[in-house]
């Protein structure tokens, strides 16, 4: 069974960093599109960024672009989330999920850790 654990959240004030973790397990994801989505409160879930394992192509939402990094480390299957300027309008709580390269949807999901950006 697949198993993703978020860590790394917090709060840090406007215009600081964090960096979120995920770590993987259950299975060679080497086939797998890596991803984290966030949700605000009362808001529908959001797509932030994802990368595909082999590859390492990455995809970002337009609204962090240029302020967000994902990146993965195979050896130790863990992706990485970095974080730079953050607004308070990215407070949220944040998923790590995966999905199979042919899939549209995420199939399989972390438990969230919380991302709070004071003004």
């Known amino acids: 069974q697949v198993q993703l654990v978020e860590s790394g959240g917090g709060l840090v004030q406007a215009g600081g960093s964090l960096r979120l973790s995920c770590a993987a397990s259950g299975r060679t994801f080497s086939s797998y599109v890596m991803g984290w989505l966030r949700q605000a409160p009362g808001k529908e879930r959001d797509f932030v960024s994802s990368?595909?394992?082999?590859?390492?192509?990455?995809r970002y939402a337009d609204s962090v672009k240029g302020r967000f990094a994902i990146s993965r480390d195979a050896a130790k299957n863990t992706v990485y989330l970095q974080m730079n300027n953050l607004k308070p309008e990215d407070t949220a709580v944040y998923y790590c999920?995966?999905?199979?390269?042919?899939?549209?949807?995420?199939?399989?999901w972390g438990q969230g850790t919380q991302v709070t950006v004071s003004s």
């Open positions: 990368i595909t394992w082999i590859a390492g192509t990455t």
């Open positions: 999920a995966a999905r199979r390269n042919y899939e549209t949807n995420f199939r399989f």
